[in-house]
């Protein structure tokens, strides 16, 4: 029914059916991408380009995106959110090409994008920062691996740690 009554609007046809979906079909990204389009779409010039003064708007879609994946990773489904944020930064990059982004709306995008991609990665490895330390050769080592070895105040004493 809101689907019917929506038909005469693009975005806001867009923007219900990613509202009611529910991360197990394969039209979905489809779904994600038609409303990233539409709001592009809306904001762009006869010749498909996004001037300074649009880009926010043309982005919203994306932002409603990545909001939606972020509740899709909550509920557990965090390799479908995983897509849905890769698809945004994929469109993004894709808007780059006609747009001007001198305010910096679509790379603030594509930043929250992948900082929502790291804290995913992050949590579902486990992965501790304040329970690592980077040695001078650029890789991180838990405490606990034997070629560091544990000083009295408990900080690693190898001899390839970073001391700034």
Request: net charge negative; glycine share 10%; proline share 2%.
């Amino acid at each position: 029914m809101l689907l019917m009554l929506a038909e005469d609007f693009d975005s806001v046809e867009d923007r219900i059916r990613l509202l009611l979906a529910t991360g197990d079909g394969e039209r979905e990204p489809d779904e994600c991408r038609r409303l990233i389009r539409s709001y592009i779409d809306a904001h762009s010039d006869r010749n498909g380009f996004v001037s300074r003064w649009d880009a926010g708007d043309a982005v919203e879609g994306a932002h409603m995106v990545i909001d939606k994946a972020l509740a899709v990773v909550e509920d557990g489904a965090w390799p479908y959110g995983l897509e849905m944020l890769l698809l945004v930064i994929e469109e993004m990059i894709e808007l780059l090409q006609s747009a001007d982004d001198s305010d910096g709306d679509i790379g603030a995008v594509i930043k929250r994008s992948l900082e929502s991609i790291g804290g995913i990665v992050r949590e579902r490895a486990g992965f501790r920062r304040r329970n690592a330390r980077a040695c001078s050769a650029g890789c991180w080592r838990k405490p606990a691996i034997p070629s560091m070895k544990a000083g009295r105040n408990g900080k690693s004493t190898c001899s390839k740690l970073r001391t700034n």
